[in-house]
């Protein structure tokens, strides 16, 4: 089963970041969430990408909020994570936790 919920490093950042923002969880957002506290700037493309996999995955739903007019008109996408989503990223965070142990000190950032 594992294999079905396996998350990519990014795919796994952005889910993340989603959980994070819960109802704020909009695309210019995500993007800020990983620049500010993963340190990775991403581009358009490759968030929306990014995001229509997690979809396909069934690891990320989202829904059209309507119009408004403090966004011109715009509408935008609001994204959730689903429970399987959920579950892939506590299955990720297992297989990583099994995989640092016992690395503590071999792994330390020199100065």
């Known amino acids: 089963m594992t294999t079905k919920l396996y998350l990519g490093e990014f795919e796994q950042l952005v889910l993340l970041a989603i959980l994070q923002l819960r109802e704020n969880s909009y695309a210019p957002n995500i993007s800020r969430v990983l620049e ?35 966004r011109r008109g715009n509408r935008r996408r609001l994204f959730t ?14 297989t990583l936790l099994k995989l640092w142990r016992g690395l503590g000190n071999m792994l330390t950032r020199p100065g």
């Not at 493309?45 to 059209?64: N, P, Q, S």
């Open 36 to 70: 500010e506290k993963a340190g990775r700037g991403v581009s358009r493309g490759a968030l929306y990408a990014t995001l229509d996999r997690l979809e396909r995955k069934r690891f990320v739903e989202w829904k059209i909020e309507a119009a408004t007019s403090r």
């Open 81 to 94: 994570v689903t429970p399987r989503g959920v579950e892939a990223a506590a299955v990720s965070r297992e």
